[in-house]
């Protein structure tokens, strides 16, 4: 355990707030209003009016702030109670800038406009008289209207309304959460975790490119787009089989002493477009690394091999590779280099409880691996960065290999397009062209404007890893016509529930996901289903996921989280989508709904996460399926009685969950695994690359990233994808050699 005193991260700088405004000003008087409305200040009748409180009683008030003083472990509890009831969302200072620069970097022209028109209209007579019932603007209605007009966009008639109530609920939520001075002292949420100790990760160093008015020409052997689980792999590989690498990666690296970054920073600076990307329903966040390392600095140390089903039928699909004995020893080829083991864990409060539940039911359940070099890792930070290290992810183990077997690397470059030269036997890549942007202009230290350079990297071969919201659109911008580019797109959907005990948990302490439950894995016989794991339990990856019913409810809520465990439904989705660019600016947009056959299987493992918790002694059980309502433990239910899962009041909330449909409409779904965009086959009419990860109709353009996976490989891919990786870097190294006329290459674990 270290002294949180002594270690204090290092301050990540944020990009400045664009200053360019995406709302006029009485556009912003209305949505901050709006926001006011889900998260108000809430007091007593007798407190000065305010049109940002909600005035409930003061027996009601007394009982709220009673119980957040019990829950509150501080001296001054009842002050900081009282400070938390009586915040509203746009008094923190933070609340504003955060929206800002969400909706002006992360949210595209057309969901901008979609809100901008609705802000509009609501404030004119005839369109607030739509949209709200009255005439009056919303923003001059009692908090206690307003709250009731958001509420009942959440089921209107009119389908934008019920899309501007999915976004602005999150939006709120969210920002609410990072900005707020009172949550984190009222959860006793810590800056820095109380386990591990601080180390000293690999001291990377990255080409700099002097100010110049032409692009500037570097060459390389081979260039690798993206420094995640893909990319490491395959630049450890090729550096050590003596190839010259350079690895280029459009964001930037922090240290470990970075580590864990604040919830704004680290939001910022370590996830794709901020972890707001979503799909073009809105009915689905999705989290992807966008850092040095990306993913596998930001995800939860899971590593779990491909199964065999899942291998068979992606052999069954044209590709023998899966089942041979080659695979499996990349498999565990990778597992040896970053210490895979589950031999040193000390499971938390939920993670106990899902393995113990899961016994006491009779499922099929198991430890989860580690990628913590065979040591115990006790923190449940790391998806803000992992100060201890302990996490071997690509910048502690892949990526150092490649810097000490001579690779290159460069940070802040945007791959713009593939070279190409054209020859008699098609197209032959030649390099990446792209804009190179500094990491001090970036940040803003260095006070300067800000320097970026034209950059093009000639090569004999090109691999892109860009991961698989991506690498397609890369493929894409390179001119590249195959219609199978971006489809074929899984996510492995979740849904979030929170079990809430009486007894104090502090989920956020311990490894978020040790353990998995497989007793629904295969539900129809064909390998699709679901697994149930836990989840990361930092506040703004997990609170805004649960439905917003009213200011009050949402605050009691939240505050609940220390005595909370988390689950997660992990599918293995049949029903794929597709990425592609957006036609504006071309940035990620995502075409995904959650199947009616897959939302079946999650139905499922929904009631089985329901029975676990029951039995496991939780009071509570919430989801992010806003139509069900949270189940409460009869107060006279034990968690000791015989009857167990038969009680009747359980079983009574699960035959209601079951005759529901999990409307997408109705439910926030959850990725942070996307597979399959640029998918491995036998033809270039069903698949991006072949059996080498070679793209189809090309020559010396690879796709290695999870991106190839011929479908959902149904457990966390970060092994799976280092597998492939570590087989067509191989293959890769032993072309080039073949070509530059050397002997054989040697690639070292």
Request: charged fraction near 20%; include cysteine; glycine fraction near 10%.
């Amino acid at each position: 355990m270290t002294d949180q005193a002594v270690y204090t991260p290092l301050d990540v700088a944020l990009p400045p707030v664009p200053t360019k405004e995406v709302f006029s000003e009485l556009q912003w008087k209305t949505l901050l209003a709006l926001a006011d409305s889900v998260i108000p200040s809430i007091r007593t009748p007798s407190a000065p009016k305010s049109p940002v409180a909600k005035v409930i009683s003061q027996s009601d008030y007394d009982a709220a702030h009673s119980d957040l003083v019990a829950r509150i472990h501080s001296p001054d509890a009842a002050a900081l109670a009282t400070r938390y009831l009586e915040e509203n969302a746009s008094s923190n200072p933070g609340f504003r800038d955060g929206v800002q620069r969400l909706f002006s970097q992360f949210v595209h022209e057309e969901g901008r406009n979609g809100i901008s028109l609705i802000l509009t209209a609501l404030n004119t007579k005839a369109g607030s008289l739509i949209l709200t019932g009255s005439m009056t603007p919303v923003q001059n209605q009692p908090l206690e209207v307003r709250e009731k007009i958001f509420r009942g966009w959440e089921t209107s008639r009119l389908p934008p309304l019920r899309a501007v109530y999915r976004a602005l609920s999150g939006i709120f939520k969210r920002t609410w959460i990072i900005s707020s001075p009172t949550i984190c002292p009222v959860l006793g949420f810590p800056r820095v975790p109380i386990h591990g100790t601080p180390e000293e990760g690999f001291p990377y160093k990255f080409l700099q490119i002097p100010p110049g008015d032409e692009p500037e020409t570097i060459e390389t052997d081979v260039v690798i787009v993206g420094s995640g689980c893909g990319g490491g792999v395959t630049a450890k590989n090729l550096a050590e089989a003596g190839h010259k690498v350079i690895v280029v990666e459009k964001s930037y690296q922090y240290s470990s002493r970075h580590f864990p970054m604040g919830f704004n920073e680290g939001l910022n600076s370590l996830f794709e477009a901020g972890a707001a990307t979503s799909t073009d329903d809105g009915t689905m966040g999705i989290f992807a690394g966008s850092t040095w390392g990306g993913g596998g600095t930001v995800n939860w140390s899971a590593s779990l091999q491909t199964q065999g089903y899942v291998r068979q039928e992606w052999a069954n699909g044209g590709l023998p590779f899966f089942t041979s004995l080659e695979f499996q020893r990349c498999l565990d080829r990778v597992c040896d280099r970053m210490g895979v083991s589950a031999d040193h864990q000390n499971h938390n409060h939920q993670n106990r409880m899902l393995l113990e539940g899961a016994r006491k039911l009779g499922y099929a359940a198991n430890p989860v691996p580690q990628n913590t070099g065979g040591t115990e890792h006790y923190c449940g930070h790391c998806t803000m960065g992992c100060h201890s290290t302990g996490k071997k992810g690509p910048t502690e183990s892949w990526l150092a290999d490649a810097s000490n077997a001579g690779a290159t690397f460069m940070e802040g470059f945007r791959a713009e397009k593939v070279l190409f030269k054209n020859t008699k036997g098609g197209q032959v890549a030649s390099g990446v062209e792209g804009t190179w942007t500094s990491r001090d202009s970036y940040l803003g230290l260095s006070g300067e404007g800000a320097r970026k350079r034209k950059v093009i990297i000639k090569a004999k071969k090109v691999v892109v890893s860009c991961g698989s919201l991506q690498s397609p659109l890369l493929l894409l911008r390179s001119g590249l016509k195959n219609s199978q580019i971006g489809r074929n797109l899984h996510l492995h959907p979740v849904v979030l529930a929170a079990s809430i005990f009486d007894e104090e948990t502090r989920p956020w302490e311990g490894a978020c996901l040790t353990t998995v439950v497989n007793e629904l894995e295969d539900m129809d016989g064909k390998g699709h289903g679901v697994k149930i794991e836990c989840v990361t339990m930092l506040p703004p990856a997990f609170l805004p996921a649960f439905g917003w019913r009213d200011g009050l409810d949402y605050k009691k809520f939240v505050a609940k989280l220390p005595h909370m465990s988390g689950f997660i439904t992990l599918t293995k989705d049949r029903d794929p989508g597709r990425v592609y660019p957006d036609p504006v600016d071309g940035r990620c947009r995502v075409d995904y709904t959650v199947s009616q056959y897959d939302r079946k299987h999650i139905l499922e493992a929904i009631a089985a996460s329901a029975k676990i918790a029951y039995i496991s002694g939780a009071k509570e059980f919430h989801t992010s399926y806003r139509d069900m309502p949270p189940f409460i433990r009869p107060v006279d239910a034990n968690a000791d009685d015989a009857e167990g899962i038969n009680n009747a009041a359980l079983q009574s909330w699960l035959a209601e969950l079951r005759r529901k449909t999990l409307d997408p409409e109705r439910t926030l779904f959850a990725c942070a695994h996307q597979m399959g965009s640029c998918r491995m086959g036998k033809s270039p009419r069903s698949s991006v690359v072949d059996a080498d990860c070679q793209v189809w109709g090309t020559k010396g353009l690879y796709v290695m990233d999870a991106s190839v996976f011929p479908s959902a490989s149904g457990v966390n891919p970060m092994i799976t994808n280092m597998a492939i990786a570590d087989f067509a870097s191989r293959g890769l190294a032993k072309t080039l050699s073949k070509e530059k006329g050397n002997g054989p290459p040697v690639a070292r674990l």
